[in-house]
């Protein structure tokens, strides 16, 4: 299905006002659905859009609620999400960070009562689109083994970052702390196939070909082993431990869960304010000229391109404003259900 | 050669002092690498002496000089390391972090115009022993790859992060962005060993198994491909961009190249204050149950224990507190040469 950005955004929006939104917080949640799509993140766009609408339905996700600051200092906060919609909890919490940083320099907000918030890189970007550096991470039920463990011990815990970078798009990562996406391993197992020793363990805690048992047995391996899983903890120290979130376990699962409780997932949000600590513009020229190193540095041979973090992204971003998103078939499925739930058009939406 | 901690340190402050430090920056810097052999990461300890002290004696560090304050906001320090020791300058951001800290809940200090600073995890440890989460990194001159690039893009890059444990020890990880260290590699070669196609790329900038012309020639594969990159830039923004250091080829190399110049690396440091978020106690209680949780985790056949980052650390300071330090052959021959050069005995460091 082709559609447009703003048609996107527009449907999705909608449907969140069905649910029981407001129109500013549907705006806000289909804003990063929609945004996440145009980057061309299909498994973190308005896929999740019909989870959410179930969610809601249920009660775990509070339709009528709203984040509020449960705590503050010169340079933190701490947001309880009080289960809202994750995605207008974790705008909320990366504004306060903005607001803060632009007082003290840095600033980090952490949040409780949450739920999944989509791409994590959403909110980073949200920094440095205002010129600040951006990080931004969530934690999540136990998906990822650690050296040893037979079976998860931390979530995927996504994390990303955003740097303004003047004359080209920000740049701006955003990765979880396991090998790959849990989705890669499933749609290998739906093909039949084989997957790379480096992916998954089984039901045994070892490494594993077979993706046959996956989700239901085995665990996620994670990226470049004890580093990865390092970095999961300190994910789970910022996003849950000290914010009072679900920790590990204490988290759900926001698809696959009982939809009725909220699912207490954690999230972090950190704010750098560069024109605090260096003279405007000077930040900005030094990351264009390393962009630019990046760039005309030597490459492998059949190699055109060596990316800066984001550049994929951006280039697919272009590509989506000028030419519209062609929605790949699990997301189409995916709106087709959430249209059924909400009773909207899902024909209005194809131009 | 096995001698105490104590005379370690000790023999390790005087050489210092002899290079020219006073008698409060020679013990600074001799706590830093022997803290770090005691830790049993003989890579980054009292090793690395003899090349602190070649460049103090050439003049690119400078003995004489002190850290000073170059900028500061409330929640952030800019501090300019005026090219003293790398520890020195280190202990005196990380102090500068903790304090604001107290003050805001988190802050950050950027370095510039400082040099290699030995282990990132001692810095980020000095928070996690006054109660508080630390995060340290550097940047350093290029020796990783980017995925598709011919030759180093990014530093290796430390960064390293410590969490106070309450009855346990600090959750302590220090990881470089490399998927193996260089001296890993350099080792295979001088055993004429092969090595996984996962460390390293050759001339061509494509994987090899052949390390017999590193480090002249080729560059350290990024841990887990883009996302090490990722994490590499991050680091580079916060301890180089932001700071005024050099970036990427803008640092020297500490060890090889002209002892002359200034190197100019940046790092920086994070402190969050968790007593300012939470009731003093709750959060220490929440990383303790999160502690417990995996070691109480099912495991893999034969594994008896799933470590936390820094528990293997822990367990060799341990011992060296009680036993002593065995130190390895390359780190003896190394104090051999200190010893040389500044006329020391080192026949007082063994008991």
Redesign the interface.
Known sequence: MHVTYDALKQFTAEAFVHAGLSAEDAATGAEVLAMTDAWGIYTHGTKLLRGYLRRLKAGGLRAKERPVLA?E????A?VDGNSSLGMVTSVFAMQAAIRKAR??????A?VRNSCHFGAAGYYAWLAAQEGL?G?SMANDKPSVA??????G?TGSNPIA?A?PAGKHRA?L?D?SVA?VAGGKVYAARTRGEKIPATWLVGG???PTTDPSGYPEVGALQP??G??????A??I???AG??S?AG???GVGNWLWDDGTPPTNHGAAF?A?D?D???PAGK?TR??E??VD??HN?????G?D?????GEMEWDRYDLAMKEGIQLPPDVVTSLQDAAKMTGLDLTDLAR
């Open positions: 705590g200092g010169l340079a933190w701490l007082q003290c320099g840095i600033a980090y952490s550096v990080l650690a050296p040893g463990s037979r079976g011990i970052y740097v740049i990562l990765m090998t045994d805690g070892k990226a470049a004890h580093k990865g899983y390092g970095i903890l300190l789970e120290t910022l431990l000290l009072g920790v590990t376990h950190i750098v560069t605090a600590i260096m930040f030094r990351v000229a390393m190193e990046i540095a030597p490459r492998v041979e190699v391109r060596i990316y800066v973090p």
